[in-house]
């Protein structure tokens, strides 16, 4: 079984940062691949980026790229999304959730990851 922690969430204005973190244990060994989604109320949850556990190399969905990067330390078994030039619109729920091979990581296919944190809410006032 594997078990994620999320935190770093929290309200900031228009153009500010926060950078989320993802704690991961248990059987992590295998983990293809964490990645960062997010839900606002009413709306689909969206894949926002993913890192693969093995080289540490990362995508992001073109709604984030340039504002937010995903990172790992597998020292710390952390997963990070650095948000900056936040904006209302990215007001939600942000989770992170973590898929074994033989998931196409890159997709950010919600079902696609079985493991998942409880979320942190990030909200960002105008």
């Known amino acids: 079984q594997v078990q994620l922690v999320e935190s770093g969430g929290g309200s900031v204005q228009a153009g500010g940062s926060l950078r989320l973190s993802c704690a991961t244990s248990?059987?992590?060994?295998?983990?293809?691949?964490v990645g960062w989604f997010r839900q606002a109320p009413g709306k689909e949850r969206e894949g926002l980026a993913t890192v693969f556990a093995r080289d540490s190399s990362t995508y992001h969905a073109d709604s984030v790229k340039g504002r937010f990067t995903i990172s790992q330390d597998n020292a710390k078994n952390t997963v990070y999304l650095q948000m900056n030039d936040l904006k209302p619109e990215d007001t939600a729920m942000y989770y992170c959730?973590?898929?074994?091979?033989?998931?196409?990581?890159?997709?950010?296919?919600?079902?696609?990851?079985?493991?998942w944190g409880q979320g942190t809410q990030v909200t960002v006032s105008s």
């Open positions: 248990g059987y992590t060994s295998d983990l293809k691949c």
């Open positions: 959730a973590a898929a074994r091979p033989p998931t196409l990581c890159y997709r950010l296919r919600a079902n696609e990851y079985p493991y």
